[in-house]
Every structure is written in structure tokens, then in C-alpha cells.
């Protein structure tokens, strides 16, 4: 019951030198032996746009939002469309402010943001590249 939780300390300072590290850790569960990807899409200042408003990414990635507009903003799904539309939910996003998500299931993922409507974009997250198996003896 006291265990004590090394990986979040681990993780709190790792992410002392690196945002993505903690993303990852608290986000993925995948062992340190996994390759992931962590992919960005800024909000430029003063653009109302996501960029890049359209990102193809394997499972297991991340995406970093990271917001260099003036002004706030929200990541949400698009309602009643996309693989899940609940997925994506960040209610706030200050200026300098970022917000990671780790993908798990193949799909289309649409997101605005809902306080601009004419910010979109999407996520296609697709399969990993399959390893070809190692030999099997019959
Ligand atoms: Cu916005």
C-alpha cells in the first residue's frame, strides 16, 4: 500500500528537462522499449489554425499540442464524428501552454477548437509497422 510510485517521480524529473518524456509517461504505460513518437502541431500567434491541421501517425504515438497564439484555446472532438468523439477533450490551453495525447486505437480523430469553430484539424492514426516475425522452426 506505500509503495512508493518511483516511475512519477522518475517521470517529474525527467520532465524537468523534457515536457515530452512526462507526456509520454504519464500517457502511454508503453515500456521504455517501445518506440513512440511524439508528433507537434502548433497554434501559430494570431493564425487561428492548427499546424499541421493534418497528421498521419502510427498507434502508440503522441500529439503535442503546443499554443503560441496570444489567446487561448481549446483541443476538443468534433461531436458525432471521427473513430471516437470524445477522444480529445483539453478545456484549456493558455498562451504557452501544450497538451499531449496518446493515441491507442487506429481510426480518424477530427478536433476544433470550440471557442474558434474555424480551427480544425484531424488526426489518421494508423497501424505500427509490423516487425516481420522471427523464423519459426517447424
Ligand atoms: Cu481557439
Redesign the pocket.
Known amino acids: 500500500m506505500l509503495q512508493t510510485p518511483w516511475i512519477i517521480i522518475i517521470s517529474v524529473i525527467v520532465g524537468l528537462f523534457s515536457n515530452t518524456a512526462t507526456a509520454l509517461a504519464e500517457e502511454t504505460g508503453l515500456s521504455s522499449t517501445e518506440s513512440v513518437s511524439v508528433h507537434e502541431v502548433h497554434?501559430p500567434k494570431g493564425a487561428?489554425k492548427f499546424e499541421p491541421s493534418v497528421l498521419k501517425i502510427k498507434i502508440g504515438d503522441a500529439v503535442k499540442w503546443i499554443n503560441e497564439?496570444d489567446?487561448?484555446?481549446?483541443i476538443a472532438s468534433i461531436p458525432g464524428q471521427g473513430t471516437n468523439d470524445k477522444e480529445l477533450f483539453a478545456p484549456s490551453m493558455p498562451t504557452g501552454g501544450s497538451w499531449s495525447h496518446t493515441f491507442k486505437k487506429t481510426g480518424e480523430y477530427p478536433y476544433f477548437?470550440?471557442?474558434?469553430y474555424v480551427?480544425m484539424g484531424v488526426v489518421f492514426v494508423e497501424e505500427a509497422n509490423q516487425e516481420p516475425p522471427a523464423k519459426i522452426e517447424q
Open positions: 497554434i487561428d497564439d489567446r487561448g484555446h481549446v477548437c470550440y471557442i474558434h480551427m
